[in-house]
T-cell receptor, first 120, second 109 residues
Framework: DARVTQTPRHKVTEMGQEVTMRCQPI?????VFWYRQTMMQGLELLAY????????DSGMPKDRFSAEMPDATLATLKIQPSEPRDSAVYFC??????????????????FGPGTRLLVL | GQQLNQSPQSMFIQEGEDVSMNCTSS?????WLWYKQEPGEGPVLLIA?????ELTSNGRLTAQFGITRKDSFLNISASIPSDVGIYFC?????????FGTGTSLTVIP
């Protein structure tokens, strides 16, 4: 049963520290998403990759957040420096996008279990 | 970002009752997805819909892709206590996913 895996599952850190979250997408999927979930804002898209290329990171605070896909089996989300307002659950999701012409047709999306981040 | 209008926001029902929830948008979507999220877990994909008018079932769950492509509904028949959770709809277009605000379902035994 293929699943998206995320590490760590929980992270408590002090303000100012660097946080790195990792995600292993489902083998064969060509899209990876990073979301942040809070009670107030719900699910917010932070970054989106297709075939390892970043397509959209407009939802991500550029000054402190960065997302990369060093290879097809690993996606990372870093926060440096972290702030208390970054406390949330961060989800990675992977899927398969069938691209037709200039408009992609996103077919599906499977979520990982999330990383629960608390910044003190 | 853009969010879908999902209703109702919460439901409290007796075990055995049927449940219906829906999502609407002012935008047209190519794909509709329905997820269930339980406390401490990530959203789990329940049903995916790819064509306007499509009606798809997954056990006691049935979902439909609206003809106008701007809405979708999810029905749960004969609810059981383990159906408890938050149900999210998601619409996809142009490589983007947009999520509803969620319907919190409580099933009373």
């Amino acid at each position: 049963d293929a699943r998206v895996t995320q590490t760590p599952r929980h992270k408590v850190t002090e303000m100012g520290q660097e946080v790195t979250m990792r995600c292993q997408p489902i083998l064969g999927h060509n899209t990876v998403f990073w979301y942040r979930q809070t009670m107030m804002q719900g699910l917010e898209l932070l970054a989106y990759f297709r075939n390892r290329a970043p397509l959209d990171d407009s939802g991500m605070p550029k000054d402190r957040f960065s997302a990369e896909m060093p290879d097809a089996t690993l996606a990372t989300l870093k926060i440096q420096p972290s702030e208390p307002r970054d406390s949330a659950v961060y989800f990675c999701a992977s899927g398969f996008s069938l691209v037709t012409g200039t408009r992609g047709l996103q077919e599906t999306q499977y979520f990982g279990p999330g990383t629960r981040l608390l910044v003190l | 970002g853009q969010q879908l209008n999902q209703s109702p926001q919460s439901m409290f029902i007796q075990e055995g009752e049927d449940v219906s929830m829906n999502c609407t948008s002012s935008s047209i979507f190519n794909t509709w997805l329905w997820y269930k999220q339980e406390p401490g877990e990530g959203p789990v994909l329940l049903i995916a819909l790819y064509k306007a008018g499509e009606l798809t079932s997954n056990g006691r769950l049935t979902a439909q892709f609206g003809i106008t492509r701007k809405d979708s509904f999810l029905n749960i028949s004969a609810s059981i206590p383990s159906d408890v959770g938050i149900y999210f709809c998601a619409g996809a277009t142009g490589n983007q996913f947009y999520f509803g605000t969620g319907t919190s379902l409580t099933v009373i035994p």
